[in-house]
C-alpha cells in the first residue's frame, strides 16, 4: 500500500537558520513520482517540486533544496537561510505512474521567527 | 489570472440546505480533482474527474455530487450535510493522472450549522 510519513508535526526556527523537513514514503510500485506542496495560511498549496522514481539526483532552487534517496524511501526538504515568508505547511505526496491517486503526508507546520 | 479559481471562498450553510462549489481552471489540464480538507487530518482525496468522465470515487457519501461539465469546470453539489462535513474543499487539476504535479485553487472554506 502507498504512504507517506512526514514525522514532524511542527517545527520552529529562527530566520536565517537551516532546517529539514522530513518525508518518508512506502510504495511497491517501481514507477512512482514524489512532490513538494507549500500551503501558506491564505490555504492554496503551491507545488514546489516533482521527481521522478527514475531520477535520483539531488535538486536545487534558490535556498530550496531536496535530497531523494530510495535506499531509504526518503524525500527531503532543506531551506537554507529561513525566512518569515517560508512559514507554513510543507505536504509532501506520492503518486504512482498511470493513476489518479495522489497520497498525501499529514504536513509540517513550519513556523520562521524573526 | 489565477491558474486555478474557486467559488465561494467561504460558504455557511445549515444541515438543510443546498449548495454548490465551482471550480475552474485555466491551465488546459484534462484531469480535475476534489479534495477534502479537515484539520489534523491528511487530504483525503474526494472524486477525479479525466476528461470529464469520474475515474475516482473513494467512497464519498451521497450528500456530496460531483459534476464535471466539461474540462475546464469542475462542481461539488452540497445536500443535507452534517457539521463533521466542515472543511477546507480544495480543487485541483493536473495535465494527466499521477505523472504530473497537481495545480490547487485557495479553497472553499465551509462551515456547517
Known amino acids: 500500500a502507498q504512504k507517506v510519513t512526514q514525522a514532524q508535526t511542527e517545527i520552529s526556527v529562527v530566520e536565517k537558520e537551516d532546517v529539514t523537513l522530513d518525508c518518508v514514503y512506502e510504495t511497491r510500485d517501481t514507477t512512482y513520482y514524489l512532490f513538494w506542496y507549500k500551503q501558506p495560511p491564505s490555504g492554496e498549496l503551491v507545488f514546489l517540486i516533482r521527481?521522478?522514481?527514475?531520477?535520483?539526483q539531488n535538486e536545487i532552487s534558490g535556498r530550496y533544496s531536496w535530497n531523494f534517496q530510495k535506499s531509504t524511501s526518503s524525500f527531503n526538504f532543506t531551506i537554507t537561510a529561513s525566512q518569515v515568508v517560508d512559514s507554513a505547511v510543507y505536504f509532501c505526496?506520492?503518486?504512482?505512474?498511470?493513476?489518479?491517486?495522489?497520497?498525501f503526508g499529514t504536513g509540517t507546520r513550519l513556523k520562521v521567527l524573526a | 489570472e489565477t491558474g486555478v479559481t474557486q467559488t465561494p471562498r467561504h460558504l455557511v450553510m445549515g444541515m438543510t440546505n443546498k449548495k454548490s462549489l465551482k471550480c475552474e481552471q485555466h491551465l488546459g489540464h484534462n484531469a480535475m480533482y476534489w479534495y477534502k480538507q479537515s484539520a489534523k487530518k491528511p487530504l483525503e482525496l474526494m472524486f477525479v474527474?479525466?476528461?470529464?468522465?469520474?475515474?475516482e470515487n473513494n467512497s464519498v457519501p451521497s450528500r456530496f455530487s460531483p459534476e464535471c461539465p466539461n474540462s475546464s469546470h469542475l462542481f461539488l453539489h452540497l445536500h443535507t450535510l452534517q457539521p463533521e462535513d466542515s472543511a477546507l474543499y480544495l480543487c485541483?487539476?493536473?495535465?494527466?493522472?499521477?505523472?504530473?504535479?497537481?495545480?490547487f485553487g485557495p479553497g472553499t472554506r465551509l462551515t456547517v450549522t
Open positions: 485541483a487539476s493536473s495535465q494527466e493522472g499521477g505523472t504530473y504535479e497537481q495545480y
Open positions: 521527481r521522478n522514481s527514475f531520477d535520483e
Open positions: 474527474y479525466s476528461l470529464e468522465e469520474r475515474v
Open positions: 505526496a506520492l503518486s504512482e505512474g498511470g493513476t489518479y491517486k495522489y497520497i
